[in-house]
Structure formats: C-alpha cells, structure tokens
C-alpha cells in the first residue's frame, strides 16, 4: 500500500473523562493547615494528579513516532526491529 493512499485517524479526545476536582479545593487545605508545623502538614495526592497525569500520557506518545513507522514496514523482522 502506497504512503500516499494510507490515511490515519488521530484522536481528537480521550476516551475517559477527566477527573472532577471540584470535590478538593486548596483554599480549604490550607485553612486546616494554618498555625501548624510544615513538616505535620499533609497535602491530598490530588495535588500532585496534575503531573503524574502529564507523565502518564506522555509516556505513551514517547516511542510513537518508532512504531508509526514499524507500520509502514513490509517486512516482519523489520517490524519487529523498530518495536524491539
């Protein structure tokens, strides 16, 4: 099959919904965090979710661009070589 003649669907949207965060708000953590000692305050791991989450989807666009072209490949082995 030509390059010219195969077309790609990308994603326009994620297949699930984003986490709803108005359940946590900052302001009322810190609230409950005034007058204490920095070392005795716990932060939900919300918070952190922001990160992680970046972290998380770029891992897997990290070796796309590898196995876009291991799809255009013919031959197996070589395949097998761009995804190994």
């Not at 790609?8 to 900052?26: E, M, N």
């Amino acid at each position: 099959m030509d390059n010219d003649q195969r077309l790609y669907k990308y994603r326009t949207s994620l297949p699930v919904a984003q986490f709803s965060r108005g359940d946590f708000s900052l302001w009322s953590v810190l609230k409950n965090c005034v007058g204490k000692e920095l070392s005795k305050i716990t932060m939900p791991v919300v918070f952190n979710e922001p990160l992680s989450f970046l972290q998380r989807m770029l891992e897997y666009l990290e070796y796309a661009h590898l196995l876009r072209m291991a799809s255009e490949q013919t031959d197996p082995v070589a395949r097998m070589e761009y995804i190994a």
